[in-house]
């Protein structure tokens, strides 16, 4: 199964995990006028594009996006930005095919998978580890290891539910 993982935020990133590789890479940003409350969004368009490369046709393949929302303390424009990333994102995944799964999960529940704090920087030296050959040399590249640590961890919840499925059906 491949499952592509989403760390979405205006540095966010996409990745996909499956049985024989990783990929991860940035989410594509375009720069909006400077009179706009969104400064940068999300590049439509290119996101389409790498999520369609990403999925292999008639192999089985989900989307899992953390499930985020506005942090108490943050400004309007904050908001109203993270909330247009989000929208664009799940906009652009949820009207690729409609026989992909999307889902969302919270990063308390990826992360206590893990037996990892809030605190990016564990994410990124667990990710280096699990994937020692995905482009995180950088300290900023946090979201790129989320993003990698979200699709492991959807490959197992979807390989739980499938597992579960058969079980029930009593084969």
């Not at 989900?62 to 108490?72: D, G, H, M, N, Y």
């Not at 999960?105 to 809030?118: D, M, N, R, T, Y």
Request: with cysteine.
């Amino acid at each position: 199964m491949n499952v592509i993982g989403i760390d979405p935020g205006i540095t966010g990133a996409v990745s996909i995990v499956t049985d024989i590789y990783s990929y991860v890479v940035d989410i594509p940003i375009e720069s909006v006028s400077k009179t706009a409350i969104v400064k940068n969004r999300v590049n439509a368009t290119m996101l389409k594009i790498i999520l369609s490369d990403m999925i292999v046709p008639r192999q089985d393949t989900r989307i899992l996006i953390e499930a985020v929302a506005s942090r108490p303390g943050q400004g309007g424009a904050t908001t109203f930005s993270f909330g247009d990333t989000f929208g664009c994102i799940r906009g652009v995944c949820e009207s690729l095919y409609p026989t992909i799964e999307v889902g969302y999960v919270l990063p308390q529940a990826w992360k206590k998978h893990f037996g990892i704090s809030k605190d990016k920087s564990e994410s990124l030296e667990l990710a280096r580890s699990l994937y020692p050959d995905a482009p995180l040399e950088r300290k900023k590249d946090n979201d790129r290891a989320e993003a990698l640590l979200i699709a492991k961890y959807g490959r197992h919840i979807y390989s739980e539910s499938f597992v579960e499925s058969i079980r029930s059906a009593g084969l």
